[in-house]
Every structure is written in structure tokens, then in C-alpha cells.
């Protein structure tokens, strides 16, 4: 590191430098918002569905199929978790990942308002499916609010987002057997074996945010 310049970087950037630890945490389900948020596998066979997945991002996309340039924009994202990983840097901070199957709401084939004035998305039209290098399917925990889908009658093919409010959460004493784990990581291994090409991608995604 070039010493002219060393004491003007945070501790931790510094850190974030050194990539994390070579053991990560996976959970299948995890509180944060003010949501317990769980993931598509561990909600099999369950009545519930709290794997639903919202965020605005400032995002370049293309308007329409007649108007092909592209702009910047605030653009909805929805979608169904599918894991959630802890990074450890070292005991400095953890950082929480939660990894989505996104709805391609770039281009109007895979989200549109009905004439009820609900958002609706399309989960057979994807995106960041891993196909390119440049795609990632992860967000950092802490962006995530929650949404529920609920299938169109009409058409399988489109499901209704619902969104739902964050609740206070206390510890009330008592454990609930559907609660029993939250919060517990279900397996520890290196962190390599989470991601394929997403690494430097997260790396630059986490880095970002903290300079915000």
C-alpha cells in the first residue's frame, strides 16, 4: 500500500481488501427489517410464503420495445429468495447476502400494472440467471423489503405482488417450532464453494455501498 495515502483509507476498506474469511455462514432464514425472511427451499411444504423479495434500484434500462435507448431509472426489483450468506471480514464487520431468482423487470415482458392498478410480475422471464459475467443475482440483506405473490387466475404465468409492512419484533420468551430456527446458519464451509464468477462483483457491490 502506498504510504502517502494509507491513513486516508477507512479501516474498513482496508479489510474489505483482504477479501473475507475463508469460512461463510448459509442460513435458510433470516430476520432483518423487521421481516423474517426465508428461503424458497425452506419454505417447502409450508402454508407460508415469506421468500418474496422487493427493492427500488437506480438502474439503466430500456423504456420500451419501440424506444431502445437506454436511460437510468428507479426500477423496481422482485424477487424469490433462493439463499442467504454471511461474510465474515475478519471479526471487523459481517456482510449478509441474500441471492434472488429475479423477475426481468427491465422490459415490460416480465412486469406490468393491470387494469387493478397491481404490479405484476413474471417469473418465467428471469434475469441475472448467471448466463453472463456481468450478471448478479445478489443483494446486500439490509435492502430487501418484503413482498407476497399471489397467482393471477387468468394467467398462471403472472403472479399480483403484494407488499406487506414491517412489524416490531421482541423477544417474548417462548420459541415457535416454525421459529425454532431463525437466524441459525444451517452450514458452515469455505466461501469459494457459495459463488462461481459473482465474487469480484459482490466485492465491488459491498464497497460501494459503504462509500454511500
Not at 44 to 68: H, M, P, Y
Not at 178 to 193: A, C, K, R, V
Request: proline share 2%.
Amino acid at each position: 500500500m502506498n504510504p502517502d495515502i494509507a491513513e486516508t483509507i477507512s479501516n474498513d476498506i482496508k479489510f474489505l481488501a483482504q477479501g473475507p474469511a475463508q469460512d461463510a455462514r448459509r442460513f435458510s432464514a433470516y430476520n432483518i427489517n423487521g421481516f423474517k425472511f426465508r428461503t424458497l427451499s425452506r419454505e417447502q411444504g409450508s402454508k407460508t410464503r415469506n421468500n418474496g423479495v422487493f427493492l427500488i434500484s437506480d438502474t439503466s434500462c430500456i423504456a420500451s420495445s419501440v424506444d431502445r435507448c437506454a436511460r437510468q431509472a428507479d426500477l423496481p426489483y422482485y424477487g424469490k429468495l433462493e439463499d442467504i450468506i454471511e461474510l465474515n471480514y475478519y471479526g471487523r464487520f459481517k456482510v449478509i447476502l441474500s441471492k434472488c431468482l429475479w423477475a426481468d423487470t427491465t422490459r415490460n415482458r416480465g412486469y406490468k400494472t393491470d387494469a387493478w392498478k397491481f404490479n405484476c410480475v413474471n417469473f418465467s422471464k428471469l434475469i441475472h440467471i448467471g448466463d453472463r459475467k456481468d450478471h448478479d443475482p445478489y443483494i446486500e440483506a439490509s435492502q430487501a423489503n418484503m413482498v407476497y405473490y399471489v397467482d393471477d387466475e387468468t394467467d398462471k404465468e403472472w403472479s399480483d405482488a403484494v407488499y406487506l409492512k414491517p412489524r416490531d419484533l421482541f423477544e417474548m420468551g417462548e420459541v415457535d417450532e416454525e421459529d425454532l430456527y431463525e437466524n441459525e446458519s444451517y452450514q458452515q464451509q469455505e466461501f469459494g464453494q457459495f459463488f462461481d464468477d459473482d465474487y469480484e462483483n459482490i466485492q465491488i457491490a459491498i464497497e460501494e455501498n459503504m462509500n454511500e
